[in-house]
């Protein structure tokens, strides 16, 4: 009689880096989602690691790629960090 064995997909991950020889405390996590980077960039935007596709405006919810603007310890676009307190578009 053959026996299946199934792990779970968060061992998966956990067993990555330990196959690469980083343990997991070493990887960052992801200011958005709280999830361990794995990918093959990590932006790091106001001493906070982020996954390319977690940062975005903190206004309009856009994925921010090639630019962004802080304030108060959020990210934004153009458009919304230079738009006029109290105003909506």
Same mark, same amino acid.
Not at 45 to 54: A, P, T, Y
Not at 59 to 72: I, N, T, V
């Given at each position: 009689? $053959?026996? &299946?064995?199934?792990?779970?997909?968060?061992?998966?991950?956990?067993?990555?880096?330990?196959?690469?020889?980083?343990? $997991?405390?070493?990887?960052?996590?992801?200011?958005?989602?709280?999830?361990?980077?794995?990918?093959?960039?990590?932006?790091?935007?106001?001493?906070?690691?982020?996954? &390319?596709?977690?940062?975005?405006?903190?206004?309009?919810? $856009?994925?921010?790629?090639?630019?962004?603007? &802080?304030?108060?310890? &959020?990210?934004?676009?153009?458009?919304?960090?230079?738009?006029?307190?109290?105003?909506?578009?």
């Amino acid at each position: 009689m $053959m026996q &299946s064995a199934t792990v779970p997909a968060e061992g998966a991950v956990k067993g990555l880096p330990e196959m690469l020889g980083v343990p $997991m405390q070493q990887i960052p996590q992801c200011a958005g989602c709280n999830q361990h980077i794995l990918d093959k960039f990590i932006l790091k935007v106001l001493d906070r690691h982020w996954h &390319s596709s977690c940062l975005k405006c903190a206004d309009c919810q $856009m994925q921010l790629a090639d630019r962004c603007f &802080s304030r108060a310890g &959020s990210v934004y676009c153009k458009e919304d960090f230079f738009k006029v307190p109290g105003t909506k578009q």
